[in-house]
């Protein structure tokens, strides 16, 4: 097996994962059936997992479709692959100006883990979003290691 054809197969492999892993932890109560959250919070979350599910699966479609430009349609997933990671990055850093928070109560609660005499407490949609970030990076340089 090629790094060209090890990196396809997990770039697709990760775009089933993010479209799988997003219906299984935003549908359910502690995000669209959040019983405090307002009913518009709701359908936008939703129609975000709708949105990323189809993405996925198109992903997908794209990357192995078969041989006419395999490497521009590698790059275009992967960039297709980066855009929900991108996308929870911007609401992350701009959160303060429309009052996000990370969790709710009755949500996932962050992890927390002691460090001495302290305990931290860490979100793991920042851990997983940071992890698809690693393995985006490295899919890149293996397909173009080949």
């Not at 997003?22 to 995000?31: E, F, G, S, V, W």
């Not at 359908?43 to 078969?66: D, I, K, P």
């Not at 992967?78 to 996308?87: T, W, Y």
């Not at 302290?118 to 890149?140: G, H, P, Q």
Request: charged content about 15%.
């Amino acid at each position: 097996m090629t790094y060209h054809e090890l990196a396809r197969d997990s770039l697709a492999a990760f775009c089933v994962v993010q479209g799988m892993a997003t219906i299984a932890l935003d549908l359910n109560r502690t995000h669209a059936s959040h019983p405090q959250w307002l009913g518009h919070a709701r359908f936008h979350v939703v129609w975000q997992t709708a949105t990323v599910a189809a993405l996925s699966v198109l992903e997908v479609v794209v990357l192995l479709a078969g041989e006419p430009y395999e490497a521009r349609r590698f790059f275009l997933v992967l960039a297709l692959a980066g855009a929900p990671v991108s996308g929870f990055f911007a609401a992350l850093f701009t959160r303060s100006i429309y009052g996000g928070t990370l969790s709710d109560p009755g949500g996932i609660p962050p992890l927390k883990v002691k460090v001495g005499a302290r305990i931290l407490r860490i979100d793991m949609n920042v851990v997983a979003e940071i992890l698809a970030v690693v393995v985006l990076t490295a899919l890149f340089f293996m397909y173009r290691a080949d």
